[in-house]
């Protein structure tokens, strides 16, 4: 014990005198603390590198905040929707004239009651649905599908088109179908109607320049006009009327003309001058005129006429 008292007042007098320093002279916060003790904190420059990274964090939050205000009040935003944009429980609204610079996908366009829909643009307008597509463009309109159709909503049945298209027909189904054209409709094929009728004091022609015509009805043909019009039947070649029961030509006056005339055989000549017969042949059924002598029309037969 004698030996290790000495070690003992040297270490108690070491300890009093790095007590007395650090009571005379604490650390400042600009100066490090020495390295031979463990001090709990931040000091010198680090202190001041939070300090300077918490008031740049705080100055971007507050500029951002003042962004993200500004945006709100110059677009409008509501909790109904963005300026001239609402949203509603039906879908998006738009209160006058809408910019797209990109397509637009929608299952429904639809204008107010009383407001027209306007759809422009620069170059072209094309609505897509699945495989069918309508382009309009400064030159021509191209519909492309399988079936077009055209429906009334004041109709009697608005299901029922009123024109339907396909490639294997046209059918329209509206009480009259008006040509205004001054050089009417050229059809190239047949057409199924039931009636044919030209306009108010205007003649009706139906044209074959380089074909024929056929007319055909199941339950009959009428070709009828006016009080004071007339009907002409003009052919190149031949006119041909077939009925399954009768051909009925009701007018106060009926005209042929361009029919040959059959002599009389053996020289007999012609009591009434001027006068003829209507005579037909039996085989082909070929029209005739024949002198009027009293006689039938088998005397003035000849195989010229019928052969």
């Not at 094929?189 to 320049?209: D, K, R, V, W």
């Not at 009768?246 to 009591?271: H, K, N, R």
């Not at 209507?278 to 029309?297: E, R």
């Amino acid at each position: 014990d004698l030996k290790t008292r000495p070690l003992l007042a040297i270490v108690q007098k070491a300890c009093a005198n790095i007590a007395m320093r650090l009571a005379e002279k604490p650390y400042e916060d600009d100066v490090d603390p020495p390295n031979e003790y463990n001090v709990v904190g931040i000091y010198g420059w680090r202190k001041r590198s939070l300090y300077f990274f918490i008031l740049f964090l705080v100055a971007i939050i507050i500029i951002n905040l003042a962004l993200t205000i500004w945006i709100l009040v110059v677009m409008d935003f509501s909790v109904g929707g963005m300026g001239s944009l609402r949203i509603t429980e039906f879908g998006i609204r738009v209160e006058g004239k809408a910019e797209f610079l990109q397509p637009l996908y929608a299952r429904d366009i639809s204008s107010d009651q009383n407001s027209p829909l306007s759809i422009q643009s620069q170059q072209a307008v094309n609505i897509v649905a699945g495989a069918n597509k309508l382009s309009l463009n400064q030159d021509a309109l191209t519909i492309t599908a399988n079936t077009f159709e055209v429906h009334s909503q004041s109709s009697a049945s608005p299901q029922s088109p009123l024109l339907s298209l396909s490639r294997e027909q046209m059918a329209v189904t509206a009480n009259q179908l008006y040509a205004t054209g001054p050089l009417g409709v050229a059809l190239e094929g047949s057409l199924t109607t039931s009636q044919i009728q030209s306009p108010p004091n205007e003649a009706l022609a139906l044209l074959a320049p380089s074909g024929k015509i056929l007319l055909n009805g199941s339950s009959g043909v009428q070709i009828q006009a006016g009080f004071l019009g007339n009907v002409s039947i003009l052919s190149s070649t031949n006119v041909t009327l077939t009925a399954s029961s009768s051909i009925v030509l009701d007018a106060p006056a009926v005209y042929v003309t361009g029919l040959e005339i059959s002599q009389p055989q053996g020289g007999l000549g012609t009591l009434w001058p001027g006068t003829y017969q209507v005579c037909v042949c039996a085989g082909s059924s070929k029209l005739y005129l024949a002198p009027y002598n009293a006689t039938d029309c088998s005397y003035y037969t000849n195989n010229a006429i019928c052969p």
